[in-house]
């Protein structure tokens, strides 16, 4: 990611780099020439529509004070050179002295931004102002208004500024529409203030939606071809409806430029979060307090659950929400509060955007059937806080190494009960129970699932071990029932688990 600001920071539009453009798996296939619709080509014009809309879109101009250098870098000189105290002084020496601090300096950033209430609210991207000491919204009409930070969230990059309208010119807000009813193929306009020219509109299609591009763990974008350049951060985009469906927030370019892979927060996301930056100044997200990986077709088998979906529950954090609605790890959520879990990502979304103290139905696989719970959800903020009391509370120093324990080859791994000294000998935290690992064959499966020496095997097949013949009974029990994968529940020294599919099949 880019982003631009001054020398000292990136860009102010974000620039995805060309690893994650691999990764994203790009684009749209066109359809026969003769399936295509009579409007293929695109709206006859989008002028009457531009023209309602572009007062309402704004030019962000922030500015920072940075600190200064201490004067120009010196050139490479041997030492003993004649005039040398001439070079050091002209070099090193600040201006006004020696006991001087280094001169600061103005820097300044430009973006996009829009009206959402008459009031004077504005929204635009947290990267547009993020460290601003000013920030001034630029309307079509050349009038500037000076805006204050009401609240910003960094997860989404949301911001919401507050400016106070001249009466004589009364401002026109624009209106959210719903980013869910957008349909791959649909026509989208977008206005902003690219490379600080001024209000711009360009338009396209929407390219793919539901985007993960690996920059928050709320990634949901919208995916636009139309031209979404630098300094269009945090203008709108519009469906053909004149309505806001997504904020305009990140791009894939090697240069900086359009080359029409945009992304846009979509409103129905986006909403959510202004409505909470709005009357509380901060994001105020749910929480459930589980700890999930992702369903992998080897662990949809070895659960029994048919195709793989939903989000996997690794850990469950002790009197969190979800241990006292009874979900334990193995668990796989298949449903949240009536919608459904696709994939892993789908879940954090869901939850977050749930309100504080709403108690909602959670449908799971456990065993191969599905089971509805009743879950009250919490607020992430005080779990954060929570964890991170837990982790200080954990920082201890590791005891000196002891001898291993007797061992037990099973399926590349050697096993043993856990002793005192082997508690010792890998940090294992009092409260992690089950058979630990003490070598792992290379090449072996585990070996390629990333099992390492120290690790604490906590279940197998949702049974609980303690044991190194707990295992090897669980892995028979497993075969006879023609089962050809085992779903190991393993723990790190931290008592941190994770789910691992390995091959029992001889």
């Known amino acids: 990611m880019e982003h631009e600001r001054h020398p000292a920071k990136a860009r102010r539009h974000r620039v995805i780099g060309f690893a994650a453009r691999l990764a994203l798996g790009l684009l749209v296939v066109a359809a026969p020439l003769g399936a295509l619709p009579a409007r293929a080509n695109g709206p006859d014009s989008v002028a009457d529509l531009a023209e309602g809309l572009l007062d309402s879109v704004v030019n962000i101009s922030t500015s920072q004070t940075v600190e200064g250098t201490r004067g120009l870098p010196a050139p490479s000189t041997p030492d003993g050179l004649p005039f ?21 300096r103005r820097v300044q950033s430009l973006g996009s931004g829009f009206v959402i209430d008459a009031s004077g609210i504005i929204i635009t991207n947290n990267h547009v102002i993020e460290d601003a000491d ?64 001024g209000g711009t509109v360009t338009i396209g299609i929407v390219s793919a939606r539901n985007r ?52 846009a927060i979509p409103s129905d996301a986006a909403m959510h979060v202004i409505d909470q930056l709005r009357q509380f ?7 459930i307090g589980v700890r999930i990986q992702q369903v992998t077709d080897e662990i949809a088998e070895s659960l029994s659950m048919g195709p793989a979906r939903g989000a996997l529950v690794a850990g469950v954090t002790e009197k969190g929400p979800a241990a006292e609605a009874k979900i334990e790890p193995g668990d796989v959520i298949v449903s949240f509060n009536g919608k459904p879990i696709t994939e892993m990502r789908d879940l954090p979304r869901l939850v977050a955007d749930t309100s504080i103290d709403q108690t909602v139905d ?10 509805t719970l009743k879950i009250k959800v919490g607020r992430l903020a005080e779990a954060e806080e929570a964890a991170a009391a837990a982790e ?12 291993a324990a007797p061992e037990a080859p099973v399926l590349g791994l050697s096993l043993s009960e856990i002793t005192d000294a082997l508690r010792s000998q890998y940090t294992i935290g009092k409260d992690v129970g089950g058979v630990v690992i003490t070598a792992v064959t290379p090449g072996s499966n585990a070996a390629d699932k990333g099992v390492l020496a120290g690790e604490v095997i906590v279940e197998v097949a949702q049974e609980p071990v303690a044991k190194p ?37 001889p």
């Open 84 to 104: 040398q105290e001439f070079f050091n002084d002209f070099f090193k020496k600040p201006k006004g002295g020696a006991d001087s601090e280094p001169p600061k």
């Open 134 to 197: 000013e920030i001034v919204a630029n309307f079509s009409d050349g009038s500037k208004l000076t805006a204050t930070l009401i609240g910003k969230d960094e997860k989404t990059d949301i911001a919401v500024l507050q400016v106070k309208p001249n009466p004589s010119k009364p401002l026109k807000a624009l209106r959210f529409g719903d980013s869910d009813k957008m349909r791959v193929g649909d026509w989208v306009m977008a206005i902003g203030n690219p490379f600080g020219l």
């Open 212 to 263: 993960d591009i690996n920059s928050g763990p709320y990634d949901n974008f919208i995916q636009t071809d139309a031209a979404i350049n630098r300094g269009n951060s945090g203008g709108p985009l519009f469906n053909m409806d004149g309505e806001v469906i997504g904020i305009n927030t990140a791009i894939i370019s090697p240069s900086g430029g359009s080359i029409g892979i945009g992304f």
């Open 281 to 287: 100044g901060e994001t105020r997200r749910g929480w």
């Open 362 to 371: 959670v449908v799971v696989v456990r065993k191969g059937a599905e089971l």
């Open 392 to 403: 200080e509370e954990a920082g201890k120093e590791a005891p000196p190494a002891a001898p």
């Open 469 to 505: 013949e707990d295992v090897t009974a669980r892995l028979d029990a497993l075969r006879k029932d023609g089962r050809k994968v085992a779903q190991f529940l393993i723990a790190n020294s931290a008592g941190e688990l994770r789910f691992v599919s390995l091959s029992i099949d």
